[in-house]
C-alpha cells in the first residue's frame, strides 16, 4: 500500500476548517459551505456533481488510473447545529446562533483533502466518489440523498463515514464490527384535560399529575420490559404547561427521543409506549393526541468491511491504538441510511480531552486533520490497489 503523501498541508486544512467555522450553516441551508467546497475542488481539477441532497449536497468523483475497478464511497456530513458558540477562539461562529458544536466543519476539512490528494495521485483501480452530505443533524440529509437516487447515479459497491470522537485520545480510533449508533425515534405527547383553580384542583383534571406520573411510568418500558442484554433509552426531554402559579392547566406537552439498536424491540417500545399513554389518558379523564416519528435507523457495520478498515487504521502512521471494544453509542447518525442501501463501515476518530458534541463549549481538534485525510487516502488505495 502506497504510503499517502503530505498534501494538503496541515496548515491549509486549517484554513479551511476554521473558514467553515466562521460560517456554520444548519440544516439544507449549507449554501457557502456548498460552494466553498465547489470552489476548493474545482481549483484542484475536480469538477463535482451538486444539487442531491436538497441542493446543498456535492459529490466529488476521482477515476484511478490504473484502470477498472470497484467503486467506493466516502461521506462526511456538512452541517452546522442552532447553538450559540460559547468558545472565544478568533474563529468562532459569526453568525449567531448558529455553531460547529459536532465537528462538520472537520468532517468536510478531511474528505476535501483526501479528495484533493486522491486527484492529485489516483494511483488505485477504480472509483472513488467524495460524498459532501448537508443536514446530518436530526433532518436526514443521508435519507433525502438516497432517495434522490445518489446510488443510481453513481453506483457504489460499498460507503465508508467517520465522525470525530471527544474522549478518545488523538491517534486513537474505534471500530465495530455491528452496531455503532442507535436509531432515533421522536414523539411528541399532548394531553388535554380540564383546568382549575390550583385551590381547588378536585373542579378540574390535573393534566401535570397525570404527566409526571407517565413520566416514571415509561421508563418501566426501558428497566422491567427491555432484556437486559439489549440497550434502550427513553428521554423526556421537554415538558411545556401552564404559565400561572394559581392555575392548573388545561394541556401539557411532552416531548423526546427513543433510542435501541434492535428494529424488533422499536416497534416492541412504541406499541408499549401507545398503551401507557391509552391507559393513562383513560385513568385520569384526558385526551390524548400522540406523534411518533420514526427518523434514523441504527447505524451498523458490515463486519468484514470493518475489518478492513481496521485493518488500514492499524497499518496508519499516527495511529497509535485502535479500538475494537468499545460499547456502542445511543447517539444516532443518519449515515445509516447510506449503510442500508450500500455495505460499509462507519468509525470515530479520537479528538481528543474536547468538549462533548453538541456542546457550546466544543471544538474540533485540528490536529486530527491529517489523520483523516491519512486514513481516507489509505482506505481508498487499500481497497481499490490493482
Not at 214 to 224: H, V, W
Amino acid at each position: 500500500m502506497t504510503t499517502p503523501s503530505v498534501f494538503p498541508e496541515p496548515q491549509t486544512l486549517i484554513a479551511w476548517r476554521r473558514d467553515f467555522h466562521r460560517h456554520p450553516e444548519i440544516a439544507f441551508e449549507e449554501q457557502r459551505t456548498s460552494e466553498r467546497i465547489v470552489a476548493v475542488l474545482r481549483e484542484h481539477g475536480i469538477e463535482p456533481v451538486t444539487g442531491l441532497g436538497g441542493g446543498t449536497g456535492v459529490i466529488a468523483t476521482i477515476e484511478g488510473n490504473r484502470g477498472p475497478g470497484p467503486s467506493i464511497g466516502l461521506r462526511a456530513d456538512i452541517d452546522a447545529l442552532p447553538i450559540d458558540e460559547l468558545n472565544e477562539v478568533e474563529y468562532r461562529s459569526t453568525i449567531p446562533g448558529r455553531m460547529h458544536a459536532c465537528g462538520h466543519d472537520g468532517h468536510t476539512t478531511m474528505l476535501l483533502g483526501a479528495a484533493c490528494a486522491l486527484a492529485r495521485e489516483p494511483d488505485f483501480a477504480g472509483t472513488v466518489h467524495c460524498i459532501f452530505q448537508p443536514a446530518e443533524e436530526s433532518e436526514g440529509g443521508g435519507r433525502v440523498m438516497v432517495e434522490e437516487g445518489l446510488f443510481e447515479r453513481l453506483p457504489m459497491d460499498a460507503i465508508y463515514g467517520l465522525h470525530n470522537w471527544p474522549g478518545l485520545a488523538v491517534g486513537e480510533a474505534a471500530v465495530h464490527d455491528g452496531p455503532v449508533m442507535a436509531a432515533f425515534d421522536v414523539f411528541t405527547l399532548r394531553l388535554t384535560g380540564r383546568g382549575s383553580h390550583a385551590a381547588m384542583p378536585h373542579l378540574g383534571t390535573d393534566v401535570i399529575l397525570a404527566a409526571c406520573q407517565l413520566a416514571n411510568q415509561l421508563q418501566g418500558l426501558i428497566s422491567r420490559e427491555t432484556p437486559p442484554h439489549q440497550s434502550a433509552v427513553l428521554s423526556i426531554t421537554q415538558f411545556h404547561a401552564g404559565d400561572a402559579y394559581n392555575v392548573i392547566p388545561e394541556t401539557v406537552e411532552l416531548r423526546g427521543t427513543v433510542r435501541c439498536f434492535d428494529a424488533e424491540l422499536k416497534t416492541k417500545l412504541e406499541q408499549r409506549f401507545r398503551d401507557a399513554i391509552s391507559a393513562s389518558a383513560t385513568f385520569h379523564g384526558l385526551k390524548a393526541e400522540f406523534d411518533y416519528q420514526a427518523r434514523y435507523p441504527a447505524t451498523i457495520n458490515d463486519a468484514d468491511h470493518a475489518a478492513r478498515c481496521a485493518e488500514v487504521l492499524e497499518r496508519l502512521p499516527g495511529i497509535t491504538r485502535v479500538h475494537r471494544d468499545l460499547a456502542p453509542s445511543m447517539g444516532s447518525e443518519d449515515f445509516a441510511f447510506m449503510l442500508n442501501e450500500r455495505p460499509g463501515a462507519y468509525i470515530w476518530l479520537g479528538n481528543g480531552d474536547s468538549a462533548a458534541l453538541h456542546n457550546p463549549a466544543y471544538d474540533f481538534n485540528d490536529a486530527i486533520a491529517p489523520l483523516g485525510v491519512a486514513y481516507w487516502q489509505a482506505l481508498a488505495r487499500q481497497l481499490l490497489s490493482p
